[in-house]
């Protein structure tokens, strides 16, 4: 296991923004295909956001297209999500997944390793 730290996350108004991180412990990710997916109470766990191991291919929910940004910091060993113009209904619990892979996933089930998830909370 690898285990995945994300962060960030807290309690905002609606239109406001947050940046989740998410960082690997024991190992880089540099050729790994990441994600960040976010699961609300009752709910099942959804796509959010996906990126290949360049960070040259991106793909979003339909729901956070335009509003959302998910980028990789090969350097800093780190993966982001920017977070703009957010809503009441993007309250969920936030995780970060991870596959060692070129390409790029969107599916739960394609995703080898998972953080805790981080809580965001918009408030109306």
């Known amino acids: 296991q690898v285990p995945l730290v994300e962060s960030g996350g807290g309690l905002v108004q609606a239109g406001d923004s947050l940046r989740l991180s998410c960082t690997a412990s024991?190992?880089?990710?540099?050729?790994?295909?990441m994600g960040w997916f976010r699961q609300a109470p009752g709910e099942e766990r959804e796509f959010v956001a996906g990126?290949?191991?360049?960070?040259?291919?991106?793909a979003y929910a339909d729901s956070v297209k335009g509003r959302f940004t998910i980028s990789r910091d090969h350097v800093k060993n780190s993966l982001y999500l920017q977070m703009d113009s957010l809503k009441p209904e993007d309250t969920a619990a936030y995780y970060c997944?991870?596959?060692?892979?070129?390409?790029?996933?969107?599916?739960?089930?394609?995703?080898?390793?998972w953080g805790q998830g981080t809580q965001v909370t918009v408030s109306s």
């Open positions: 997944a991870g596959r060692q892979d070129y390409g790029l996933r969107t599916e739960v089930h394609e995703y080898d390793y």
């Open positions: 990126i290949n191991w360049s960070g040259a291919n991106t």
């Open positions: 024991t190992r880089g990710f540099f050729d790994w295909a």
